[in-house]
């Protein structure tokens, strides 16, 4: 029958050139990210977590909304570097009906 929800997170993987920002507070790089619910039943994202180099990245404007089909909801991801070199984070959310979904960053 096909009833589910299914999120897809757009873009999958984001590279931030960050060198020049170690240290920096303000004007910080960011990349927006869209969650679209592609199934055919709504469901609700509950939270974002950051895995990996979580402290090199900030997830912000994300709250728990329901995605009815063919919904979206954006929000943005800031890099926030504390030393040169390769940062790498997964972003992963769920939803209410346990599903999960993520992108990659450095």
């Known amino acids: 029958r096909g009833t589910q929800a299914v ?3 757009q873009p999958r993987s984001i590279v931030f050139s960050t ?3 170690i240290g920096q507070t303000l004007s910080l790089p960011r990349e927006v990210i ?3 619910n ?3 039943v709504a469901d ?3 939270n974002a977590v950051l895995l990996g180099a979580a402290n090199s990245f900030r997830v912000l404007g994300i709250a728990r909304k329901v995605l009815d089909p063919g919904e979206t909801n954006s929000f943005i991801i800031e890099a926030k ?3 040169v070199g390769l940062n790498e ?3 992963s959310f769920s ?3 346990r599903f999960s979904s993520s992108a990659s960053m450095n």
């Open 95 to 97: 939803t209410a009906e």
């Open 38 to 40: 592609t199934g055919d």
């Open 7 to 9: 999120f897809e997170i």
């Open 34 to 36: 869209t969650v679209r």
């Open 44 to 46: 609700e994202i509950l």
């Open 81 to 83: 570097p504390e030393v």
């Open 89 to 91: 984070a997964v972003l």
């Open 19 to 21: 060198a020049a920002y």
